[in-house]
């Protein structure tokens, strides 16, 4: 069966440091989109991405951070310089339609991102 | 904006009980719901999704039901086992396309 898949599992980087956080979607899914869940709280959505646009952000997602789609089949979102408070599981997800009450999504197993 | 909530945050049962977790919104202007599960430190693994036409799905013991006019769905799990023991989030599909999550409830199925 399709899946997500997320690299690395686990980041641990220095407080200031870029960080590239890796996703494969499934592949005849049209739509991504990234989400986080800090230790304890409620999964937040931070990002979506159709036909290489930013279709939503939320406030969260500030000029430290960006997504690319580089190739057919890769999806990244990057933190330019990481805060202690970026400290979070991020997931990616991915959907074969959007605005549609079909629109389901599917989640990779996440990232924990570790800021030290 | 969108809140959803969900009650009560952590339940314990036996096992082999009958249960409902209770999900919350404040909008009806969704596309959908969704339940998921997280195990700990875990991803999130689909279990249902409600359409906003739909009053009701079923997956084997599970069956969730939406009232959209009032803003509610329950997530009914039918003799349940020691392996059902996880956090269930309630999540809704947003007119923008995004899933806005409660916080969940942790489930412990003792046996």
């Known amino acids: 069966e399709p899946e997500v898949t997320q690299t690395p599992s686990h980041q641990v980087t220095q407080m200031g440091q870029e960080v590239i956080l890796r996703c494969v979607p499934i592949?005849?899914?049209?739509?991504f989109y990234w989400y986080r869940q800090i230790l304890g709280q409620k999964v937040e959505f931070l990002v979506s991405?159709?036909?290489?646009?930013?279709?939503?952000k939320s406030e969260i997602f500030d000029d430290q951070f960006s997504v690319e789609r580089p190739d057919g089949s890769n999806f990244t979102l990057k933190i330019r310089s990481t805060k202690l408070e970026d400290s979070a599981m991020y997931f990616c997800?991915?959907?074969?339609?959007?605005?549609?009450?079909?629109?389901?999504?599917?989640f990779g197993p996440g990232t924990r991102l570790t800021v030290l | 904006k969108q809140e959803v909530t969900q009650i009560p945050a952590a339940l314990s049962v036996p096992e082999g009980e009958n249960l409902v977790l209770n999900c919350s919104f404040t909008?009806?202007?969704?596309?959908?719901l969704q339940w998921f599960r997280q195990d700990p430190g875990k991803g999130l693994t689909s279990l249902l999704l409600?359409?906003?036409?739909?009053r009701e799905q079923t997956s084997g013991r599970l069956n969730a039901s939406l009232d959209k006019s009032s803003g509610r769905s329950t997530l009914y799990i039918a003799a349940s086992q020691p392996g059902d023991s996880a956090t269930y989030l309630c999540?809704?599909?947003?007119?923008?396309?995004?899933?806005?999550f409660g916080q969940g409830t942790e489930l412990s199925v003792k046996p």
């Open positions: 991405f159709y036909n290489n646009e930013i279709s939503e």
């Open positions: 909008d009806s202007a969704i596309y959908n």
């Open positions: 592949s005849n899914h049209l739509y």
């Open positions: 999540a809704v599909l947003d007119q923008g396309g995004k899933l806005i």
């Open positions: 997800a991915s959907s074969v339609l959007s605005l549609s009450s079909y629109n389901e999504q599917f």
């Open positions: 409600i359409q906003s036409s739909q």
